[in-house]
């Protein structure tokens, strides 16, 4: 089972910008659909971002324009670049394979990396 660890998180002022990393323990050259989950203190988790093996993305409303996913499968790793970070980005965001064409996700729940927008 492949496994997916989080990283570039970090204390950011509204504004500015972050890279986050997924990498994974194998490569993801077969894995159709992979995507970004964010959960924020006292809400639900939500979808972010997804992108396909071809390069297809689909982004939630409230990133839209501001946030872009990509994948480098030579290196076994997907992003997320964030920019024009504002306080209610604040929320630990996850990686996770998911089905394709669905939000319903594949394997479990890593430990995530937490995102702290200041104002």
């Known amino acids: 089972q492949v496994q997916l660890v989080e990283s570039g998180g970090g204390l950011v002022q509204a504004g500015g910008s972050l890279r986050l990393s997924c990498a994974a323990s194998?490569?993801?050259?077969?894995?159709?659909?992979m995507g970004w989950y964010r959960q924020a203190p006292g809400k639900q988790r939500e979808l972010v971002a997804t992108i396909t093996s071809g390069g297809n993305t689909n982004y939630a409303h409230f990133v839209e324009g501001r946030f872009t996913i990509s994948r480098d499968n030579a290196k076994n790793t997907m992003y997320l670049q964030m920019s024009s970070l504002k306080p209610e980005d604040t929320a630990v965001y996850y990686c996770?394979?998911?089905?394709?064409?669905?939000?319903?996700?594949?394997?479990?729940w890593g430990q995530g990396t937490q995102v702290t927008v200041s104002s």
């Open positions: 194998k490569s993801i050259s077969t894995i159709n659909t």
């Open positions: 996770i394979r998911i089905v394709p064409g669905t939000s319903l996700t594949l394997g479990s």
